[in-house]
């Protein structure tokens, strides 16, 4: 069964509008979930480091004003796309490490910025 | 720069051949390698892993190969099966980086019956 539950998985919005995509560990609380971007034929790519109850991580390059992250709970963290443009249109996929030190992967969710 | 590179964006094999993925990395740190399956609509999910100090590690039809000094992995499937059709990425990490894993672009693999 899923052990990561992330949703919508399709999303299409206005220009300038703000988009929020959650990230739900089933299975077991998770102190440190993933985001993850992945442009089409593109490598997925780590955005931020999302730690529950502090300040996420952010990789180079990933503004984070723009791309907001709360990990509020042991189970939920929350990106939110700020102010989307098109060129934000991409595949957005959260993950978490279980127990085991695996990562777990949500199904993603596929925004498209008009 | 692309650190993990899979240089075939596609494959096709037929039914009970073998299929081999093949991965490139550039990072010497690298310590840990992985090979991650896709479904459309899905996420990833984890297949097969491979420790540096090894250069196999065989789990069923799936079969993982490391070479260190040509810094290349390789994920041998047989006999491929239609079910096997997914996208296939391979990933590597560093220990002194946390555990972040690293992605290449991945590899359409198409089984044909």
């Known amino acids: 069964g899923a052990v990561v539950s992330q949703h919508p998985s399709r999303v299409i919005c206005k220009s300038g509008t703000s988009v929020k995509i959650e990230c739900r560990s089933l299975?077991?609380?998770?102190?440190?979930m993933f985001w993850y971007r992945q442009f089409p034929k593109k490598s997925l790519m780590l955005m931020a480091t999302?730690?529950?109850?502090?300040?996420?991580?952010?990789e180079q390059g990933v503004e984070k004003d723009k791309f907001l992250i709360n990990h509020a709970s042991l189970t939920l963290s929350t990106l939110t796309v700020t102010s989307a443009h098109p060129e934000d249109s991409s595949f957005y996929i959260c993950?978490?490490?279980?127990?085991?030190?695996?990562?777990?992967f949500g199904s993603g969710t596929q925004l498209s910025v008009l | 720069d692309q650190q993990v590179k899979q240089n075939s964006p596609s494959l096709s094999v037929q039914e009970g051949r073998i299929s081999i993925l093949n991965c490139d990395y550039t990072?010497?740190?690298?310590?840990?390698f992985l090979w991650y399956k896709k479904y459309p609509a899905e996420g990833p999910t984890f297949l097969i892993s491979?420790?540096?100090?090894?250069d196999k590690n065989e789990d069923g039809r799936f079969t993982v190969f490391l070479n260190k000094s040509a810094k290349h992995l390789s994920l041998h499937i047989v006999p491929s099966q239609p079910g096997d059709s997914a996208v296939y990425f391979c990933?590597?990490?560093?220990?002194?980086?946390?555990?972040?894993?690293?992605f290449g672009q991945g590899t359409e693999l198409s089984v044909k019956p």
């Open positions: 993950s978490l490490r279980g127990p085991n030190e695996k990562l777990f």
């Open positions: 990933a590597a990490s560093a220990g002194n980086q946390g555990g972040k894993l690293i």
């Open positions: 990072n010497s740190m690298f310590d840990y």
């Open positions: 299975d077991f609380q998770a102190t440190t």
């Open positions: 491979i420790s540096s100090i090894k």
């Open positions: 999302s730690n529950e109850g502090s300040k996420a991580t952010y």
